[in-house]
């Protein structure tokens, strides 16, 4: 499998090294996904880290994933891998070039791997921006008008869908194509898809190659034409899970296993969901109890309000979803549900001393960082050994050097008692916020080694200084 990690870790320069003209190796990718700029990078560590696929390279909104030479314990442990063993049988190849054993188990391992992308709740929240484009083919412009004829020649009756990358290069194929070939825009009335992408050579020297810093490419440019285009002819069936997968997008669902017509109160409910994904929440042994600090209008407290019997929301906003609101009188005993604490943090302290120890605290309010300190710094005494800190850091300030950050949140955290903390931005954090995961620990446990003293005036005057 190629390895990502030193593009991964590589320095803007390094990086920009890569863009020099690659050298012409036979590399051909599996899928072809769509991945605007803006979540390429996040991407690119799920996809390696999680599917433990290679990819070949980006260029221009597109990501290029080559599949493992053997399958993967994690293709062969999933339940569904025999679901898909006659994926093949939707697949047209020419008569010339019928299907080995080998094309057949790749055609199962795409279909398997598109099935596991539509059923991850991590990139769902991104999922309207993803098209997939499976690569069976590999062929030119002049040819493929030639590859389609010969794909469909044993099924005179088939009607084409076009999917094409970039788009507009759908109208050029339906200008190409032959009159015999029947043609729909329609869903319903298609009976296969013609999938293609084209990749120019232009895009393959403004390509960043992942791939062994740059010494393979995604695919040989034919001599004979200025385009590269990866091809394939399906049957619709084959995109069956593509396609629930994009009604689910549309219903706002989000692979979170909600009847149709539920609905997340605010784009923060995702936030959450994806953190407690990748951070699992530790077991407790009595019905958990939830602090959503920041929480108008509500979309951690709803996520929350499933895992836990009881949420304390503090916010002076209010709350869209549904919830109670808070009295000074409210008892500790058989509390259910959101309860809504119309007050600042500052003002919440009884409040948190009455109902804690709480299992898990979250905070996504949009304030500077010594503020979102102060909050961590407040709740932590009523947050239970072992209980979960949730908390989303706003950058401000584009200019600012991540890394110092990253590491003053990491050291004035362990100062405070936490371990275990996890800094990662998440597909549902925008571009200058990311999110920060924590456990608190024991003062015996051997995973505490705290700073004697909180580091952010010291690595800000750094980071200053360096500027």
Not at 330 to 343: F, M, N, S, V
Request: glycine letters at 4%; one cysteine or more; aromatic letters at 8%.
């Amino acid at each position: 499998m190629a390895d990502s990690k030193p593009y991964l870790t590589s320095t803007l320069e390094e990086r920009r090294s890569l863009r020099s003209p690659p050298e012409s190796l036979d590399v051909q990718p599996d899928l072809i996904m769509t991945c605007s700029e803006d979540f390429q990078r996040r991407m690119v560590r799920w996809l390696v880290e999680t599917y433990e696929v290679a990819i070949l390279g980006a260029s221009q909104g597109l990501l290029y994933l080559q599949l493992s030479p053997t399958m993967t314990e994690a293709e062969l442990s999933h339940p569904l891998l025999a679901n898909y063993q006659n994926a093949w049988q939707h697949v047209l190849y020419p008569p010339s070039n019928p299907p080995t054993d080998a094309d057949k188990v790749k055609v199962q391992r795409v279909a398997l791997l598109i099935r596991r992308l539509c059923d991850d709740s991590a990139i769902a929240v991104i999922g309207s921006v993803i098209r997939l484009y499976p690569v069976l083919q590999q062929t030119t412009a002049g040819q493929y008008a030639e590859f389609v004829q010969a794909a469909i020649k044993a099924q005179p009756e088939t009607k084409l869908r076009l999917s094409a990358h970039p788009r507009g290069l759908e109208r050029h194929l339906a200008d190409t194509l032959p009159e015999s070939i029947a043609l729909t825009p329609s869903l319903a009335a298609c009976t296969h898809f013609a999938t293609v992408v084209q990749l120019t050579a232009e895009q393959l020297r403004q390509s960043t190659s992942i791939r062994n810093r740059g010494k393979a490419t995604m695919a040989v440019l034919p001599e004979e034409s200025a385009h590269c285009w990866f091809a394939s002819v399906v049957g619709k069936e084959f995109f069956d899970d593509y396609f629930a997968w994009k009604d689910r997008l549309n219903n706002k669902i989000y692979n979170t296993h909600k009847p149709v017509g539920w609905l997340p109160t605010s784009r923060a409910y995702h936030k959450m969901s994806e953190a407690c994904l990748r951070r699992p929440l530790l077991p407790c042994s009595r019905p958990r109890r939830g602090l959503d600090v920041g929480a108008a209008p509500g979309g951690w407290s709803q996520y929350m309000a499933d895992h836990c019997q009881f949420v304390l929301a503090v916010d002076p906003g209010a709350l869209t979803v549904n919830h109670t609101k808070y009295a000074t009188d409210t008892q500790t005993q058989d509390l259910k549900g959101i309860y809504h604490l119309q007050h600042r943090f500052e003002h919440c302290e009884t409040a948190m001393a009455k109902h804690g120890p709480f299992d898990i605290c979250a905070c996504d309010m949009n304030v500077e960082r010594k503020v979102a300190y102060e909050f961590v710094k407040l709740v932590t005494p009523h947050l239970a050994i072992d209980g979960r800190l949730v908390l989303t850091i706003k950058m401000p300030v584009r200019s600012e050097y991540l890394t110092p950050v990253i590491r003053e949140v990491q050291d004035n955290l362990r100062s405070w008692g936490y371990g275990n903390i996890t800094v990662t931005h998440l597909f549902a954090n925008k571009k200058l916020e990311f999110t920060v995961i924590a456990d608190r620990l024991s003062e015996s446990s051997l995973l505490q080694h705290a700073p004697t003293y909180p580091l952010h005036d010291d690595v800000k005057q750094s980071a200053d200084e360096s500027t």
